[in-house]
């Protein structure tokens, strides 16, 4: 078996925040933006996270990379509980978890060019000299279908699928195990969202990278991840492999995540799955189930105690786990 590039155990980021209480009073309470989550990637694989806006995947993203620390839990890069490291303790682990953001324009510094932005991981964490980090970088250009030309633009002067390209080149060019993706083809029209898929496929099968793939588009999950988790109100609600979730999805919200993805394909007549009434706040968390107060299969013994993610009964072996009461767990 692959060996375990990221481990996550029990992960929970609060935010304190101040709501409007009774009459003039205002009182502090904490959002649960990540609750509770675990989950581990394998050398190679792509797992692929996926949920509504606002359910905490970019948080999430954050937490993995140790951009913000977390209120209680564990994070583990191989071996390494880097949980409660410091950033001084993270410099020289930063190599081995990169992330690439969602907007290639937002994350590159408009007054650096080209050859600057990807060789300033090999900058920061002193990998060779100046003339082989400078060989490195147009190699790397050359890997992600960008000439020498480009080694002297700016961010401004190229294309959203070039300015990507760009991010991926400085997120691969130190070799890290894993690359953690905040929804990086989103903003891409389609025929460069392919492109930019197929590059992420060729570093993974030339160089046996890891990622965490955030995305709100199942066809781009569907092509590039192994397992897909499915997130709500800072909770995975539903675990498996592709196959698991595309053809036999059991908990009511990814139902109805899948039933809402257009499928070009009219043969293909998916029953619409509807969902009532809205996403209740992370502020206020419903009691038992936290999918109950928008589930059309809720039931009063959904709101008693808590539902955390369980594997299914499979006779196949398979790992798929839910977080719905209505199916058959393994005790």
């Known amino acids: 078996m692959a060996e375990t590039v990221l481990t996550v155990s029990g992960l929970k980021k609060c935010f304190p925040v101040t709501v409007n209480g009774r009459g003039l009073y205002r009182e502090r309470r904490l959002l649960k933006a990540v609750d509770d989550v675990s989950f581990s990637i394998r050398r190679g694989e792509t797992l692929g996270l996926v949920g509504e806006s606002g359910c905490g995947k970019s948080t999430l993203a954050k937490l993995v990379t140790k951009l913000i620390p977390a209120t209680e839990g564990r994070i583990l890069y191989g071996n390494v509980d880097v949980t409660d490291f410091t950033p001084q303790q993270m410099n020289p682990l930063r190599r081995r978890v990169q992330i690439i953001f ?7 510094n408009p ?75 989103s ?22 990278v890891s990622y965490l793939f955030i995305s709100h588009d199942f066809g781009s999950i569907r092509y590039l991840c192994d397992r897909v ?14 196959r698991d979730i595309f053809d036999h999805a059991v908990h009511p919200y990814t139902q109805a995540l ?5 499928v070009p394909d009219t043969r293909n007549h998916r029953k619409r799955v ?24 809720a039931t009063e013994g959904c709101a008693k105690g808590e539902r955390p993610l369980t594997p299914l009964k499979r006779i196949d072996g398979d790992t798929h786990s839910s977080a719905c009461p209505r ?5």
């Open 102 to 108: 969602q907007d290639p324009y937002a994350s590159l």
């Open 111 to 185: 007054r650096e060019t080209v050859q600057e932005l990807i060789s300033a991981p090999l900058d920061a964490m002193e990998i060779g000299d100046p003339e082989e980090r400078m060989e490195k970088t147009r190699q790397m250009l050359e890997l992600v279908g960008l000439d020498k030309s480009f080694l002297m633009k700016y961010p401004h002067e190229m294309s959203g699928g070039q300015r990507q390209r760009i991010a991926i080149a400085r997120a691969m060019i130190s070799s890290p195990d894993l690359v953690v993706c905040d929804e990086p083809v």
């Open 187 to 208: 903003a891409l029209d389609v025929s460069v969202r392919g492109q930019i898929l197929n590059l992420m496929k060729r570093f993974q099968r030339e160089r046996s």
């Open 229 to 242: 988790a499915v997130m709500y109100l800072g909770q995975i609600v539903e675990e498996g492999t592709k």
């Open 258 to 262: 899948l039933s809402a993805n257009p």
């Open 274 to 297: 509807t969902l009532r009434g809205d996403t209740a706040g992370a502020v206020y968390m419903p009691s038992g189930c936290i999918f109950r107060t928008r589930c059309m299969f």
């Open 327 to 331: 199916y058959p767990r393994y005790s």
